[in-house]
């Protein structure tokens, strides 16, 4: 099954009898699910690099072989995951009897849930529907960013995220209710981990979401954003603005 409203999940799972268990669990919940169960690493990479379709949520087990307890191949697949920008915000759950892995699993991967081994049928079912909720009401593509202040990790999402400044040692965010700083990032780095289609880099100094644009006055070169504030359109960067506000207006 595959096609516009279908929610499609990627199952890694190294038993065989668990794999098809979990599998109808998951299928057993909508008509609207369909599971590509894999059971091994090589089998999770093929399926990832092969979809036709994008998935809409993982479910992995950690240990890929009961006969070596510090396997940890789950998660390299889950790094492998992020790593594509396709997948930055996709939900992950680690499904494993591994608990001790369940802190570097949300710090590092930013992990949907964390469902430890024994399970019962019930758990999958509410699992893949809040998978399938979400999935319908499109809240899986929600894009954010992770970051680091005073040592405390914060989900900023990139709805909120009106603009982003470049201050001494760091970077500024004006967010739809506050402001925040974050030292040690930088604008360049901060490009790297927001949407594209949604994020312009209009001086070296600052990034603007395109949903909070107001008015683009080209020949003073400035930006009025919705909650009244103002930004300024390098030279370098007024082109590629105009191209994506046109493509916007499409």
Do not use: W
Not at 166 to 190: D, H, N, T, W
């Amino acid at each position: 099954m595959a096609g516009q409203g279908v929610t499609k999940i990627l199952i890694l799972e190294d038993s065989r009898d668990s794999l098809n268990a979990v599998t109808a669990m998951a299928e057993h919940v909508s008509e609207t699910v369909a599971v590509v169960p894999v059971k091994s690493l090589e089998e999770a990479r093929a399926a990832l690099n092969g979809a036709q379709q994008p998935f809409q949520a993982f479910l992995l087990d950690i240990n890929l072989n009961p006969d070596d307890k510090k396997d940890c191949s789950g998660m390299t697949f889950a790094r492998e995951i992020r790593a594509k920008k396709e997948y930055a915000f996709t939900p992950i759950v680690m499904i494993t009897s591994i608990a001790n892995m369940e802190l570097a699993a949300y710090r590092e991967l930013h992990c949907y849930q964390y469902l430890i081994k024994p399970y019962r049928k019930s758990d999958i079912e509410q699992l893949v529907g809040k998978l399938l909720f979400l999935s319908q009401q499109g809240e899986t593509r929600e894009s954010f960013v992770m970051v680091k202040k005073d040592g405390v990790n914060y989900k900023l999402f990139c709805k909120d995220i009106i603009c982003v400044r470049a201050v001494p040692r760091g970077v500024g965010f004006v967010l739809a209710k506050e402001e925040m700083r974050v030292p040690y990032l930088s604008i360049r780095q901060l490009l790297e981990k927001l949407p594209k289609k949604r994020f312009l880099q209009v001086h070296r100094m600052c990034v603007v979401n395109l949903d909070y644009i107001d008015y683009v006055d080209t020949v003073n070169g400035l930006i009025r954003l919705k909650n009244g504030e103002t930004a300024e359109v390098g030279v370098t960067y007024k082109n590629g603005l105009l191209q994506k506000i046109n493509g916007k207006d499409e």
